[in-house]
């Protein structure tokens, strides 16, 4: 397809063939700053060769396209990793597989990543491979907003990245672990009984949301490791019944806003007094 679009600089394209899209996005890539696929289903994958270089795309959306599967590299270069200097915002809601396809070293400018699923299968096969190593989210340099989930079935427990290196698990990288992260949302459902572990290590998180962890009784220790978090919303976990150790909760110093919504198990007990004498007077005011 030419370039009939000169200057076009956001592209909202909805149930559309997949090959025209892929035409249309790479003979605009000099202009398009903001791209938003939807509901087209033989919409398959984008080349890496689209970003490595791209100094003008900001936002990539691909919304209920179920055959996406993510980026392509190059036949010529497989093994290079790609580079985009711009790419900030980049969101999946229930697309496809995400298996191998997904690859996101490189994409050092990223912010923002969004990735939900509302089928079990989907989010089982693509999570998978975007929790392992050769994906690299937790280490993108300036990522700041992270969300994932949901989750459905059996499932357990919550997939996410590990914060060991080495081969031999020699050590733990906290340094560079999601170095930049501030805002975590943390989409449960199912049989999901435990939070990640690892988020203990997120030192720069300032905000962590979690939704829909209906098997999930008691919030971790662990939480009063996050000493810089100021934001805490649990929303809809309906057996949640205990906050962590009142030591634990005083030391979350910088804590500001605890909103907690659709979980009347715990909402009772801290009206009730069995979990209130944990919230400092700063939250609870």
Known sequence: MPNRFPSLKTLYIKSC???????????????????????????VSLPLGFFRGNNVLSRLEIWLCENFAGFTPDVALPDRVN???????????????????????GFNSLRMLLILFLKSQ????????IISKKSGIEYLPKLETLEIGSFSGDLEPFPFPAASIGEGGGGTAVGNYFPSLCELTLRG??????LPDQIQNITSLQCLRIYVFNSLVALPEWLGNLTSLRELV???????????????????????????????????RCKGGEEAYKISPEVRN
Not at 122 to 129: K, V
Request: net charge neutral.
């Open 234 to 268: 649990i929303f809809n976990c309906e057996n949640l019944k205990y906050l962590p150790s009142q030591e634990k909760m005083l030391r979350l110093t910088s804590l500001r806003k605890l909103s907690i919504y659709g979980c009347q198990v715990l909402v009772d």
């Open 122 to 129: 989907e989010c089982i096969s693509g999570l998978e491979y």
């Open 189 to 194: 459902g199912g049989k999901l009984k435990c």
């Open 17 to 43: 063939n997949g090959e025209p899209i892929r035409s249309l996005v790479e003979s605009n890539r000099s202009s398009l700053t903001s791209i938003q696929v939807d509901s087209c289903n033989e919409f």
């Open 83 to 105: 580079s985009s200097n711009s790419l900030k915002e980049l969101g999946f809601l229930n697309c496809g597989p995400l298996n191998s396809c997904l690859d996101l070293r």
